[in-house]
């Protein structure tokens, strides 16, 4: 019996199995991979401190904690780890009070980026421009707050609302009321930002070139303090002391002011009266008497009667609400129970 005859049993399976002799030649194959020299770089750990590199800095500078490190804003901006460590310094000096060291490293930090834009992978400022613009007003340069402001370009209702308070300061009565009246439209129940609109129609009701008060801002002031104090009447303030003492403190403000505008002569229906008659086709000459009011504000630009409308009809859908839950005229006029 040859090989080729011989089977195999396994089971109920039989296998044949017939081999050639190069079957079980094994030719060795070999392969080599070059050889591939990697340059290893421990990773640098900083540990809340930065050092200069002396390629940038010839003379080295000692191991100073970056929120305070002396090095000049490029320096550290062209180092890996600068811009998000002079960020954090920014943050860190701005949340102690120097608003001043902030604004100045802020500043720094735009510049930089402005100038090398086309080499950094940082493109946006928005965020230093917002804390530019804020540590700006706290020091008193309100140019400067103005100019920062007007740098940022974002659909953001914090934005808007940055943008009211620093045109606010700058007395650019209209430009502050359109910017509050967009954030407005998305948070409509922070009493803060009515608070503000209220002052703004104030100063404008007595500024050069206005009409002797009362007149069209002296009432619109009224109506915003007024809206300010039923959204805080409404709201629900958690009964904690703290809070409450907040609460009591923020109340007896808008109250003050409340007291100041009808002492001046503001009356929330001669705002509401304004409103409707604007809405009608005919224009009345009452009419043209009040839109002439806003248009004599030229100097600080009119302000938007669309602005205007909105407003006095966020008044009238509040105090509808008030008026569901038991929240009469004389409540308004008298504020919140003892």
Known sequence: MTDENLTD?????????????????VEEKTSRLPELKQHYEAKQEYDGHFSPSSALNPVPLPLLQWFNSTAPVPILMATKNGPNELKSSIEHHYLHGRHTEALRLALGYIEYVE??????????????LEIAARCALRVGDVVRAVQCAEKIESNDPGTWLLKGEVYEAAGRFADSICN???????RKLDYNAWKHMGFVFLSASTATGSPAPPNLATHLSHLCFLRARTIMILSRWPDIPFVQRRFQHELDAVEAA??????AGGDVERAVMWSAENEKDGVGDEQLVEKRELEKHEFVGRFDAKSVRWIVGEWQRIKGEGEEIGLDEEDEERGPAE
Do not use: P
């Not at 090398?116 to 940082?122: D, L, P, S």
């Not at 409340?258 to 002492?263: D, H, L, Q, W, Y």
């Open 258 to 263: 409340v007291a100041r505008t009808k002492g």
């Open 115 to 128: 100038q090398n834009r086309a080499t950094m992978r940082i493109q946006s400022t928005r965020e230093m």
């Open 9 to 25: 049993a396994h089971g109920f399976v039989q296998f044949d199995f017939a081999f050639e002799d190069e079957d079980f030649i």
């Open 180 to 186: 509050f009246t967009r954030y407005n439209r998305l």
